[in-house]
């Protein structure tokens, strides 16, 4: 699926939203995310905290949770958006959880300032492990 100026737009406005949903009060760091399916439906997800830090859960893995969830597999492309200065990148859990579903499709970082980060996963996530390793078997 093509990524054109509107689609982002559109994505980058509903990870905007998305951040305001945060249940952030440890970190006060909300985060909204917005990925694209492969069918063309959008999904949105902020970061859920919890007292027990591990239990936390990332606004890019509640985003694609939710779409498997709904029977999506195949996401097209991820917008991160963090009410900051400069933009933040997805972290590795993340990326990981990604790289099942995309394996190198467009990550966009965004944030309050004007700089972004407009990459592809498999350059964040370089050599990543994924369904592909296992395939290979052990033996």
């Known amino acids: 699926m093509k ?14 939203e998305a951040a305001k949903k945060s249940y952030s009060p440890y970190s006060m760091f909300p985060v909204g995310v917005a990925i694209l399916m492969e069918s063309g439906k959008v999904f949105t997800g902020t970061n859920v905290e919890n ?4 239990l936390c859960n990332c606004a890019e893995r509640t985003a694609i949770f ?14 991160v958006y963090t009410p900051t200065r400069e933009p933040t990148s997805p972290c590795g859990a993340c990326r990981q959880v990604i790289n099942e579903f995309g394996p190198k499709i467009p990550v966009i970082s ?4 004007e700089e972004r980060i407009e990459t592809t996963l498999d350059v964040l996530l370089p050599k990543a492990f994924g369904p592909h390793n296992l395939a290979q078997g052990l033996f």
């Open 51 to 54: 007292a027990s830090y591990g």
């Open 66 to 79: 939710s779409a498997v969830a709904a029977g999506e597999r195949v996401l097209s492309c991820v917008v």
């Open 3 to 16: 990524i054109t100026p509107v689609l982002k737009r559109r994505l980058e406005k509903a990870a905007r």
């Open 110 to 113: 965004v944030c309050d300032g």
